[in-house]
């Protein structure tokens, strides 16, 4: 089973994203997606591997923190 975790592009240097997971930076390959700053991103492994939409991205963002809490 994969997991895949959303964040926010919040910086792009050609193939090399800075993304922002709920106030982590982290840096993320890019390569195989068209992104720009402002998009949001399924992220696993490093590797940025869907787009998505902002609301999803933060719906997924609270399912996780749910799962935090309760664990």
Excluded: T
């Excluded at 994203?17 to 840096?27: H, L, P």
């Amino acid at each position: 089973m994969c997991v895949a975790i959303s964040g926010k592009v919040i910086e792009l240097k050609g193939k090399i994203a800075k993304v922002d997971f709920s106030g982590n930076i982290i840096e993320v390959n890019v390569s195989l997606l068209d992104v720009k700053v402002g998009s949001y991103v399924l992220v696993h492994a490093g590797y940025a591997v869907e787009v998505v939409k902002r609301e999803l991205a933060e719906e997924l963002s609270n399912l996780f923190a749910d799962l935090e809490d309760v664990l």
